[in-house]
């Protein structure tokens, strides 16, 4: 519950709201779900750990241009997931090599309407860069964001507690992302569940969440043209929000909508890879893509970044 004088300011209310979510996400389910759970990697020898003493650190040193091409140097492999466990199901995606130790786990919900298969890109896109990722669906498309905050924690409750590949996952590591609602259930989460260690909102919606006190370092991936959930209401708003000294950004893409990022996007892929690589992993090779802050003159597919350097 939003405390007196900590909360947003106010914004447009659920039901009032609602038609015009639907209206577009409608098109983008149309133009950004994938056709399928294409399973990616490549394969190539991937280092185990540090030698400078980083347990979690994985793959070879990384490239602009390798981690916004969508590939990465893990083969993996894909276990589908039934409806319950407080969650819609899903499709798991996980790295098949058992010789680097566990993986960070990263569960990813989908915005109204949606299923795992409409966010279904960043599952292999991650799993490739050495994370165990679980695109869920919802218990209903209608869900709101703190429905949706809760099955994204319950999702990593089943993908460490119960889970086929449980064994591979480090329950310490984890984190969230969310598109939209999906968004919304993602800051939902970390407000109210400070162990997580990264969390990346998609075009997010939301209207309840205080996150004044989070400890999660967030990422806010918002889109210049959003007319269903505008920058400046929600994904700025709720930046701004987050403690001062936290470890946070705030990038919008130039020339995007609501629908963005349903579909492969080298921006994306770069700083979430980054993102979680940084927070999930402890991967300090990864600074160089997200500090210093690039300013939208510098790279035309930004039109706003803000944010602070990882500490």
């Known amino acids: 519950m939003t405390r007196p004088g900590q909360g947003r300011r106010p914004r447009p209310g659920w039901f009032g709201a609602l038609a015009a979510v639907l209206a577009v996400l409608a098109v983008g389910l149309l133009i950004g779900a994938p056709a399928g759970h294409a399973v990616s990697g490549v394969p190539t020898a991937v280092p185990a750990g540090d030698p400078g003493g980083n347990p979690f650190q994985k793959g070879p040193d990384p490239t602009e241009a390798g981690i916004e091409s969508g590939q990465g140097p893990f083969q993996i492999a894909t276990v589908s997931v039934p409806p319950g466990a407080g969650f819609g199901g899903g499709i798991i995606f996980y790295p098949t090599d058992t010789s680097q130790g566990s993986y960070a786990g990263i569960a990813i919900s989908p915005g109204i309407m949606g299923t795992d298969a409409t966010i279904g890109w960043y599952g292999p896109l991650l799993a490739a860069q050495g994370f165990v990722v679980f695109t869920i669906s919802t218990l209903s498309v209608y869900d709101p964001p703190s429905t949706r905050g809760d099955e ?92 001062e000294m936290l470890d946070k950004q705030y990038l919008e893409l130039a020339g995007g909508n609501h629908g963005t990022a349903l579909t492969p996007t080298p921006t994306i892929a770069k700083y979430a890879i980054s993102w979680m690589k940084r927070f999930l992993d402890n991967d300090t090779r990864y600074d160089q893509f997200l500090c210093p802050i690039v300013e939208p003159a510098d790279d035309p597919t930004l039109s706003a970044h803000q944010g602070t350097c990882p500490n």
């Open 152 to 243: 994204l924690r319950s999702a990593l409750d089943y993908l460490t507690g119960s889970s086929p590949v449980r064994a591979e996952v480090d329950p310490n590591r984890l984190g969230v992302m969310g598109h939209s609602l999906g968004g919304g259930g993602a800051v939902e989460a970390e407000a109210n569940d400070p162990t997580l260690k990264a969390a990346i909102p998609l075009s997010e919606w939301d209207i309840t969440a205080d996150l004044s006190n989070v400890r999660t370092p967030t990422m806010f991936i918002g889109a210049q043209f959003d007319v269903t959930a505008p920058d400046l209401i929600y994904s700025l708003q709720a930046y701004q929000q987050l403690p």
